[in-house]
């Protein structure tokens, strides 16, 4: 589960508030935001429960305050993060809506404010998911970063806590992609040195593990990770140390879904292990590919499903929205 004071925490409710620092209830932010209460804080600011003045609307607003003396890479990384999520005009993507400088010099942005809980929670409090559900959620997932793929946008940071799944109205599930606070812009300045290793090492792909160059491939790698997790509740590769868990994402082969989860298709084995593939040509060519693939898993099942088909659904594999 991701702590209220998480990163991953922006933008969302669904979880307890974490209470408000003294003196910012009540503070009207870039003239027109009134902070209502704190809903989490990390590395990158804090994030608030607000009201817009004007119409009444509430939403997420994240704050980095001045400071005697702000890191200029911070300050560049929380512009970044802003720009990479406003950029991206997507349903499964938080909508970012303002940007600014308040008086006093603290950056802010607003974002949609979301309910719901993120994939991680949800895998923690409701266990292993019937696959349908979750391939639901993995193809809206690659459709979110197809769509910021088109706008030059690598987030490089996708996992669970990263994605926040609402029910709709219709009682649909959706998925939100959030946190774009280490995300890369193909047009923006680089703000990683050269050889300096940054995500989280349960989903990087080798040439994010070891420093290098990253791009929509390293998305497609992360993305797979997340896959074989979604229908295994289980990670495919995890050393003891952080250390030795980037080492075995550029070292030791993954195993099939199937292997940890038996039943599973041939099919879906195959499309996982080659968004894991080593070797960044031998991933899926993009996203958008990534999601058809998704897609055709999923329209392959419900064929098999229909009455009278030969062998019916897949055995054993947990193809029934009751359960696994």
Known sequence: ?????????????????????????????????????????????????????????????????????????LVDRFRQEALAASRIAHENVVEVLDFGEDEGGDLYYVMELLEGRTLGQLLHQEGLLPLPRALHLLEQVCRALAAAHACGVIHRDVKPDNVLVERRPDGAERVKLIDFGISHLSDGRRLTRDGVIIGTPEYMAPEQASGGEVDGFTDVYAVGVLAFELVTGRLPLLGPTPVATLVAHQTRPPPAPSAVRPGLPAELDRLVLQALAKDKAERLPSMQAFAAEVMRLQLAA???????RPGGAWPGAGWSDEGP
Do not use: N, Q, W
Not at 4 to 28: F, H, I, M, N, Q
Not at 302 to 308: Q, T, V
């Open 1 to 73: 589960m991701v702590p209220p004071g998480s990163p991953a925490a922006a933008g969302r409710t669904g979880e307890p508030p974490s209470g408000t620092l003294a003196g910012d209830a009540g503070r009207v932010v870039g003239g027109r935001y009134r902070l209502l209460r704190r809903l989490g804080a990390g590395g990158m600011g804090a994030v608030y429960l607000c009201e817009h003045l004007a119409l009444g609307r509430r939403l997420a607003l994240k704050l980095l305050p001045a400071g005697p003396a702000p890191e200029p890479e």
């Open 302 to 308: 419900a064929m098999a499903a229909l009455p009278g």
